[in-house]
């Protein structure tokens, strides 16, 4: 199993805490060469390859009750941007880019339900895009006029809609009847 660890430095040393209980009554060890960093214990183990080189002869580890604090003696006083030297990432070969135009798809979208739609669905269609394009101020006047006059009226001028109470005018040659209660 592997450990948590988080490190600092200074001019002169990396110090190294790895967070491991009772290190002692684990029987840690820990193996420190000039760009390698191994530390074992009951059941952990913890291997890291450094950055830069160490004085192995001036390091030295510690443990307390709650962790192993590990001192690098640095080979020189470079500051050290990572901890661990990683392997140099592999050329990935991002995929293309395809811009669409959304515009010209939702035209296309419009045009090709308007040749699907006949006779109501278009009218309905017709009616859906004008009132998805309005103003709000459209929308107003195309919601009351329709249900004030039981969807005999579509308007879309709230000036005229806005006055007064939209009356009811059935198409020509048909009447409109209150249903009976």
Sequence with gaps: MSVRYDWYQSESKVVITVLLKNATEKNYAVKIESKKLHMTADGYELEIQLLHPVVVDRCSHKAYQSKVEITLAKETGVRW????????????????????????????????????????????????RIYSTSSPEVQKAMNKSFSESGG?????????VGKDKVSVQPPQGTEFRQWEK
């Design 81 to 128: 941007e990572t901890l661990e030297e990683k392997a140099a990432p592999a050329a990935v070969a991002l995929p293309k880019l395809h811009t669409k135009n959304w515009d010209q798809l939702v035209n296309e979208e419009e045009k090709k339900d308007e040749k699907e739609a006949k006779d109501e669905a278009a009218l309905n269609n017709l009616f859906k």
């Design 152 to 160: 005999t009226v579509l308007s879309t001028n709230w000036n005229e």
